[in-house]
């Protein structure tokens, strides 16, 4: 399985932007479906944005889309997730996690691999 470490959480006030990554090791990163989760206090964990092995395709949760960016460069092994227009509702703790499968169902995929999380809160 690959390894997953995101980075670039933290403390931004409503409005503001952040962008995280996900830097993958340990396998061929580009064969690998990747997907951005969260999960709040309190709250399962819930799927915010996939992308494809090459990026061709992305897909958005409602409650993000317009708002976040998923992207991947996989010659530098590394998904990102810009953030805009943050409210404070996408306060969590935010994962990446990657599969061999379609970019939708990597959370149920029997190879998922997760990073640690990274928190990210925003302040009204």
């Known amino acids: 399985q690959v390894q997953l470490a995101e980075s670039g959480g933290g403390l931004v006030q409503a409005g503001g932007s952040l962008r995280l990554s996900c830097a993958a090791s340990?396998?061929?990163?580009?064969?690998?479906?990747m997907g951005w989760f969260r999960q709040a206090p309190g709250k399962e964990r819930e799927f915010v944005a996939g992308?494809?092995?090459?990026?061709?395709?992305?897909h958005y949760a409602d409650s993000v889309k317009g708002r976040f960016v998923i992207s991947r460069d996989n010659a530098k092994n590394t998904v990102y997730l810009q953030m805009n227009s943050l409210k404070p509702e996408d306060t969590a703790v935010y994962y990446c996690?990657?599969?061999?499968?379609?970019?939708?169902?990597?959370?149920?995929?029997?190879?998922?691999?997760w990073g640690q999380g990274t928190q990210v809160t925003v302040s009204s």
């Open positions: 992308i494809s092995v090459i990026g061709g395709y992305a």
């Open positions: 340990g396998h061929t990163f580009s064969s690998y479906a």
């Open positions: 996690g990657g599969a061999h499968s379609h970019p939708l169902e990597i959370a149920v995929a029997r190879d998922v691999s």
